[in-house]
């Protein structure tokens, strides 16, 4: 599957659009025990997606306030349309229903149906972000503010990309980051947790990325990379607080990834530290929580909260983004031959 | 009765003191959670099998603007019987893709690295063994693959990575590895197979920091014949080893797109 330059920015899209299937896991019933490992650990292993959570917008739409829960009339709508999505995939057809609603009548559309996931249980939540408790993205710092605007002025300038550096991190298979990786879009939101003792393995089909967290007793972890060394997935320290495990992650690349779905939006500085806390919740669900703190970014902390559970059936598979990057060069072939073509034939005013 | 298991006991005390040169083969590894040798940890090989599996003297490697830096160091091969059997139209391929190791080179383009190739090239890899199946993630290019470790499975698709089942022949892990895409190449020197490849790796402890790594290779259409190649694989024993990134798409974006950029 190729992420495409007009496929990238629609799976992100879709990713916060309004208006699709929503899905939440259900809190554990009765006296279910989460399992352990054999060595004793509260074991999180499997393959598990955020596709309950397929479509529900990163930030809360201002019609719900405050309200982090859909009502049951809000609900039965969302679950109608989700089921109409979930049977037009099943069933092989064009669903009438999310980005195929919005892009009906486009010549070439890069995804028919096939490729999309949909939601198994429609979410309750109306919105990815429960914290700040208006579900929105505390504001930028001025700093932040005036090198966004700068980046989106400068790219409506340019009328078509002239280097690869003009697509995002994602368009051109180096990574999502680690928020970008979870978050739901329309494909691949496969997440992978493998455990041996001391050690806990968190995989996303996107892009075959493996973050290794060492864990430590929570008085007593090893220390974070020096600060003059970076990688894109950044430097996880894990430990457990109970059944919960809690993941610290520094020493990012900063300037580079967005904070958003596939790694899009706003980019995140070298200063980020990620706080994930991942909590088995039933045999088919695990609770996702992650605290961003970015202060040379954002005025404030603020938090995302969604299920990632279990599919039957769901396989990782090999995602060889990079290697099958055709649309990298097609886009950029293609922009130098429009241009040659310009060139040759003025347009005429 | 208690003489036989005392004398048992004092056997394997005597024989866990020997050094393990004096026992031969019998360094008993220890165990992991599941009860099989413990393979974990962060391994490397520390030869130039990645710039030629065959001997190959020192050489200018193919960018003369790095000078020394970037030639290839002399080595003795990996291969058993010196040379790759090839059937002598896949030989002319070899020869094709050595003189456009430049450009064609899965490994300037920052493609994945493919089995075996990702076991001996100059990056770290960590093994992980978990109740889900074995990790295998390397360094380089943040390629990895998940050996099942249950009832084998068949391919679904070709991948450059494959489809890995594995068993264990006592405390060896034995990797059996189809469905390849046939784009991976075994090194710089242009040495390949076909997606009819097949490799049946064997990762053995011999000691404390130490692999041993064997491939038997095996590609009808390429080669007249299986072969094999064995190395050792080195524990990285700093204190502070971990894993960490080669996303390296952005050091091959200028070679591979560098034609379409505005100029």
């Known amino acids: 599957m190729l992420p495409g330059y007009k496929g990238v920015c629609i799976a992100a899209l879709c990713a916060i659009a309004a208006g699709m299937a929503f899905a939440q896991a259900k809190a554990p019933r009765g006296n279910w025990t989460p399992p352990k490992t054999a060595w004793g650990d509260p074991d999180l292993q499997g393959v598990w997606t955020s596709d309950d959570s397929f479509g529900v917008p990163y930030e809360r739409p201002r019609r719900y306030g405050n309200r982090t829960l859909l009502t049951d009339e809000e609900y039965a709508e969302r679950a109608k349309e989700n089921e109409l999505l979930a049977s037009s995939i099943q069933a092989g057809v064009t669903p009438k229903a999310g980005y195929?609603?919005?892009?009906?009548?486009?010549?070439?559309?890069?995804?028919?149906?096939?490729?999309?996931?949909?939601?198994?249980?429609?979410?309750?939540?109306?919105?990815?972000?429960?914290?700040?408790?208006?579900?929105?993205?505390?504001?930028?710092?001025?700093?932040?503010?005036?090198?966004?605007?700068?980046?989106?002025?400068?790219?409506?300038?340019?009328?078509?990309?002239?280097?690869?550096?003009?697509?995002?991190?994602?368009?051109?298979?180096?990574?999502?980051?680690?928020?970008?990786?979870?978050?739901?879009?329309?494909?691949?939101?496969?997440?992978?947790?493998?455990?041996?003792?001391?050690?806990?393995?968190?995989?996303?089909?996107?892009?075959h990325e493996t973050r290794i967290v060492p864990i430590d007793p929570p008085n007593n972890p090893h220390p974070h990379l020096p600060a003059s060394l970076r990688t894109y997935m950044g430097d996880p320290r894990g430990h457990w607080e109970g059944n919960t495990l809690v993941v610290e992650t520094t020493n990012f690349i900063g300037g580079r990834a967005g904070i958003g779905p596939n790694g899009d939006g706003v980019k995140y500085s070298e200063d980020m530290r990620l706080v994930e806390r991942f909590t088995r919740t039933s045999d088919r669900s695990i609770q996702y929580e992650v605290t961003v703190f970015d202060p040379k970014t954002f005025t404030a902390s603020w938090a995302v909260v969604f299920p990632i559970t279990e599919e039957p059936g769901y396989q990782i598979f090999e995602y060889a983004c990079h290697e099958g990057n055709y649309a990298m060069s097609n886009i950029l072939s293609g922009a130098r031959a429009e241009e040659a073509q310009e060139k040759a034939q003025p347009a005429v005013k | 009765m208690q003489i036989r298991p005392?004398?048992?006991?004092?056997?394997?005390?005597?024989?866990?003191?020997?050094?393990?040169?004096?026992?031969?083969?019998?360094?008993?590894?220890?165990?992991?959670?599941?009860?099989?040798?413990?393979?974990?940890?962060?391994?490397?090989?520390?030869?130039?099998?990645n710039w030629d599996l065959e001997d190959h003297s020192a050489e200018a490697g193919p960018m003369w603007q790095t000078g020394a830096i970037g030639s290839e160091p002399a080595g003795q091969g990996v291969v058993e019987g010196g040379a790759i059997p090839y059937l002598p139209a896949a030989l002319e391929v070899r020869k094709t893709n050595f003189a456009n190791r430049r450009t064609n080179d899965p490994e300037a383009k920052c493609y994945m690295p493919g089995i075996p190739r990702a076991n001996y090239m100059p990056y770290p890899f960590q093994i992980v063994q978990s109740p889900r199946g074995i990790l295998f993630a390397y360094e380089y290019a943040s390629a990895n693959r998940l050996v099942n470790m249950g009832k084998p499975v068949e391919p679904v698709s070709d991948t450059w990575m494959g489809t890995n089942n594995g068993y264990w022949e006592g405390d060896t892990l034995v990797v059996d590895v189809t469905g390849f895409n046939g784009l991976a190449w075994f090194d710089r020197a242009g040495d390949f197979a076909s997606d009819k490849l097949h490799v049946v790796e064997r990762f053995t402890r011999t000691d404390r920091d130490h692999l041993q790594y064997e491939a038997t290779i095996e590609d009808p259409s390429v080669f007249s014949r299986p072969w094999k190649i064995s190395m050792p694989l080195y524990r990285r024993v700093e204190k502070n080893a971990q894993l960490l990134e080669f996303k390296c798409v952005e050091f091959a974006e200028e070679l591979l797109y560098g034609q379409y950029k505005k100029k």
């Open chain 1, 100 to 207: 195929w609603l919005q892009h009906e009548g486009v010549d070439y559309q890069p995804y028919n149906s096939n490729w999309s996931e949909f939601a198994r249980q429609t979410s309750r939540q109306t919105s990815l972000i429960v914290d700040p408790e208006d579900g929105h993205f505390p504001p930028l710092t001025q700093q932040a503010m005036m090198q966004r605007a700068a980046a989106i002025y400068a790219s409506r300038l340019r009328l078509r990309p002239e280097s690869w550096e003009d697509l995002s991190i994602y368009a051109r298979c180096i990574t999502r980051g680690v928020l970008g990786s979870m978050l739901p879009v329309m494909y691949g939101n496969g997440t992978d947790i493998l455990q041996s003792p001391g050690l806990v393995v968190i995989r996303y089909e996107m892009i």
């Open chain 2, 6 to 49: 005392i004398a048992f006991k004092i056997g394997a005390v005597l024989l866990a003191c020997m050094p393990s040169s004096l026992r031969g083969q019998a360094y008993h590894a220890p165990r992991a959670a599941g009860g099989h040798a413990d393979l974990s940890g962060i391994w490397e090989a520390l030869n130039t099998a």
